[in-house]
């Protein structure tokens, strides 16, 4: 075989060995059969010493080419491969965004937090701010200043845990009025809602426990009237217990407001028509509320002949036994797995899903 034909085969070699690969590692094989150290085109070069000087020039020449070809041909399988097993990959790693996602288990949000959330949420979006304070308070502002001195006969039914003679576990929330008052020196409209553990001595049942939970509303301004506090209630009571919900005012007695009200809302049950739930009556009790009593502004330093304001007071126990229809109050406090799993969540899931 003169160099001309051996050239030819070697071509027609890599030709048919190419032809049907279809993986890298046969691609290495190959490239190590013909342009390895002992590779064919490198034994090939071998025989350029016996070579006439004439012929060297030439040969090298064609054997460059040779080369050339060889690396070319590889180099192209090479990106042929490559592409081929990337689309094959691709294809079976493909997704599908319209699938549904993997249901994470995370727990449940404890349906006290689900109410307090969500009623922040609301009064976020009406531009409250919301505020914190002491579960240990002092008598001054749990008490005094709000309306109830020393020996006031409304301090009975609130009777409570004292840490000493000033200091107690506060029995509601409204104390953070006083405070928010106070704070507020250059007297700036107050909108806050105020979520919060309150502390008070009762038998526990059914119905009652030593400690629990409010929520504090308190906007003072210019011009505040009644009309605002029903109007901000009406919204509270259809955002937690949907439309066609409506609010009545009832008269009664808080030494903080004047005048008081105990708020009852259609029952969401049956509508008004009446049933068990709302004995008969079609309306059941939600909150107490009422406009700012002026000597807790004339306390908090606020001239209740410029200012006026309403304060509401929600128990977040009641109204999730109402919403979720739990009736018995000790549920929310026993970590109870098979209650608690009825308000599990999933990650950015509905927060009402159940698992
Ligand atoms: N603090 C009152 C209670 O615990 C509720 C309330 C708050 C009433 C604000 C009126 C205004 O019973």
């Known amino acids: 075989m003169n160099t001309k034909e051996q050239i030819e085969k070697i071509k027609n070699d890599l030709e048919a060995k190419t032809q049907n690969l279809d993986n890298m590692k ?11 150290k002992k590779g064919v085109v490198t034994n090939l070069s071998s025989i350029m010493k016996e070579l006439p000087l004439e012929e060297k020039k030439d040969f090298g020449k064609t054997l460059n080419e ?10 192209t399988l090479k990106e042929e491969i490559e592409t081929r097993e990337l689309n094959k990959r691709l294809e079976k790693e493909s997704v599908d965004v319209t699938l549904p996602g993997t249901k994470l288990n995370v727990g ?22 919301v505020e914190e304070g002491p579960e240990v308070e002092n008598d001054l502002y749990n008490f005094e200043m709000l309306n109830l001195p020393a020996g006031h006969p409304a301090r009975d ?6 840490i000493n003679e ?15 008052m106070l704070k507020n020196k250059e007297k700036s409209p107050i909108r806050i809602i105020c979520p919060g553990k309150v502390y008070r001595k009762d038998n526990d049942d059914a119905t009652h426990s030593h400690e629990f939970h409010q929520i504090e509303g308190l906007v003072v301004d210019r011009n505040i009237s ?25 008269p009664s007695f808080f030494p903080f407001t004047e005048p008081s ?6 029952c969401f049950k049956c509508g008004g028509k009446g049933c068990n739930i709302c004995k008969g009556t079609g309306w059941i009790e939600v909150l107490g509320a009422g406009m700012v009593h002026p000597n807790v502004l004339k306390g908090c330093g606020y001239d209740p002949k410029i200012y006026t304001g309403f304060a509401f007071g929600v ?17 929310f406090y026993t970590n109870n797995m098979k209650f608690l799993e009825q308000f599990n969540v999933y990650e950015g899931g509905d927060t009402n899903e159940s698992k």
Do not use: C, W
Request: aromatic residues 8%; without cysteine; hydrophobic residues 40%.
């Open 226 to 250: 009644m009309n605002h506090l029903k109007g901000t209630l009406e919204i509270l009571a259809k955002s937690l217990f949907g439309e066609n919900k409506e609010v009545r005012f009832r």
């Open 315 to 331: 128990g977040v126990e009641r109204i999730a036994m109402l919403k979720y229809e739990i009736s018995d109050i000790r549920e």
């Open 166 to 180: 000033e200091m107690l576990l506060r029995s509601q929330t409204s104390p953070v009025q006083v405070r928010t």
């Open 157 to 162: 039914a609130q009777d409570s845990f004292y």
């Open 108 to 129: 449940s949000i404890h349906p006290i937090t689900k109410i307090i959330n969500e009623v922040e949420d609301l009064f976020i979006s009406m531009g409250y701010d």
């Open 26 to 36: 046969d691609l290495n094989d190959l490239r190590v059969e013909f342009l390895g």
């Open 66 to 75: 040779l080369r050339n070809y060889v690396e070319e041909t590889l180099t």
């Open 261 to 266: 009200v105990e708020v009852d809302l259609t």
